[in-house]
C-alpha cells in the first residue's frame, strides 16, 4: 500500500520565519503535490513535480516554493511565513499522470 | 479551466437512509473524475474513479457513483448509511495529457443522524 508520510501534523511559527514541509512516499512515484486546505475552499494546489528537480506552479504558488532533489521528497517552503498561511498542508504522490493521487495526513500550520 | 461544483456544502442523512452527493464538473474534453473522503484530522482516502467505459463506478466502502456526460455530474451514492460514514466528501476532475494536479469541489459536509 501505498505510504505517503508529512513529517509533522502540527506546527506553530511564527512571522517572518522561514519554514519547511517535508512529505516523502515509498512508492516510486513521478508526481508529487503540494495543496492547501482551507475551510469553504476546499483544496487549492500550490505546487508539483513530475519529476527530479522539476517544478510547475500550480493554481496559489504565491509565498511559496518547493524542493525535490530525491524522486522520493517533496518539501514545501514558506520563504517569509505570514499569518494568511495558517492552513492544512497535504501531500499527494501519483503514478503518473491522472491516476489516483494518494494522500498524507496532513500537516496543519499555525502561524502567530 | 476545469471546474467542479459541489451544490451542498453540509447534508444531514439519518443512519440507514439512502445517500446521494452532488457533483457537478465543466472541462472541455473527456474527464477523470474521482470521489475522496476526509476524516476528521485526516488526509484524503480515494473512494472511486471514472476513466473510461460503465458509468456506474463501484468503490469502496458500499459507495457508487454515476458518470452522466449529458448531464456534466458524477452524483455519490449510497444505499445505507452508517454513522462512520460521517465526513467529508471531495469531487475532483482531472484532465489526460495534464500532469498539473486535480481540481477540487469544496467538499460536503455530511452529518449521520442516529
Known amino acids: 500500500d501505498v505510504k505517503v508520510t508529512q513529517s509533522s501534523r502540527y506546527l506553530v511559527k511564527r512571522t517572518g520565519e522561514k519554514v519547511f514541509l517535508e512529505c516523502v512516499q515509498d512508492?516510486?512515484?513521478?508526481?508529487m503535490f503540494w495543496y492547501r486546505q482551507d475551510p469553504g475552499l476546499g483544496l487549492r494546489l500550490i505546487y508539483f513535480s513530475y519529476d527530479v528537480k522539476m517544478k510547475e506552479k500550480g493554481d496559489i504558488p504565491e509565498g511559496y516554493s518547493v524542493s525535490r532533489e530525491k524522486k522520493e521528497r517533496f518539501s514545501l517552503i514558506l520563504e517569509s511565513a505570514s499569518t494568511n498561511q495558517t492552513s492544512m498542508y497535504l501531500c499527494?504522490?501519483?503514478?503518473?499522470?491522472?491516476?489516483?493521487?494518494?494522500f498524507g495526513d496532513g500537516t496543519r500550520l499555525s502561524i502567530l | 479551466a476545469q471546474s467542479v461544483t459541489q451544490p451542498d456544502i453540509h447534508i444531514t442523512v439519518s443512519e440507514g437512509a439512502s445517500l446521494e452527493l452532488r457533483c457537478n464538473y465543466s472541462?472541455?474534453?473527456?474527464?477523470?473524475l474521482f470521489w475522496y473522503v476526509q476524516s476528521p484530522g485526516q488526509g484524503l482516502q480515494l473512494l472511486l474513479k471514472y476513466f473510461s467505459g460503465d458509468t456506474l463506478v463501484q468503490g469502496i466502502k458500499g459507495f457508487e457513483a454515476e458518470f452522466k456526460r449529458s448531464q456534466s455530474s458524477f452524483n455519490l451514492r449510497k444505499p445505507s448509511v452508517h454513522w462512520s460514514d460521517a465526513a467529508e466528501y471531495f469531487c475532483?476532475?482531472?484532465?489526460?495529457?495534464?500532469?498539473?494536479?486535480?481540481?477540487f469541489g469544496k467538499g460536503t459536509h455530511l452529518i449521520i443522524q442516529p
Open positions: 512508492m516510486d512515484h513521478e508526481n
Open positions: 499527494a504522490s501519483s503514478l503518473q499522470e491522472i491516476q489516483p493521487q494518494h
Open positions: 472541462y472541455g474534453a473527456t474527464p477523470y
Open positions: 475532483a476532475v482531472g484532465a489526460l495529457g495534464g500532469a498539473d494536479g486535480l481540481t
